[in-house]
């Protein structure tokens, strides 16, 4: 799967290369900082990017659990739990953002 990043997130990195540096660690820290495997972890992040309204961060997140094992319907089901917390049409948004990223992969 080709690792395609948005032109906004890029030019982002260039230009701040030691912040994207700083988060990249804080993101690691978190991750070693549990039992959590990647695939379980980009999971959740797909909720938690669903229930912020984050298009692009649901779409990159999806990319990521695919490519840590996750299936279609893992995928699916991870935002299907956001209904009755956050309410279907936000839940519905998330769904077609990851129709279209899964669609790329």
Not at 8 to 34: D, I, N
Not at 48 to 55: F, R, V, Y
Not at 73 to 81: K, N, P, S
Request: hydrophobic residues 40%; glycine residues 4%; aromatic residues 6%.
């Amino acid at each position: 799967m080709e690792e395609k990043l948005p032109e906004h997130f890029t030019k982002f990195v260039k230009k701040y290369p030691k912040v994207w540096e700083a988060h990249q660690k804080l993101t690691e820290a978190c991750a070693e900082s549990g039992p959590l495997d990647r695939k379980t972890r980009e999971l959740i992040k797909v909720a938690i990017s669903g229930a912020a309204n984050m298009e692009t961060a649901v779409q990159r997140h999806v990319v990521m659990a695919v490519q840590e094992g996750a299936t279609e319907e893992e995928v699916y089901q991870a935002i299907l739990l956001l209904i009755t917390t956050i309410g279907f049409p936000r839940a519905s948004a998330s769904l077609k953002w990851a129709q279209c990223a899964l669609s790329t992969t």
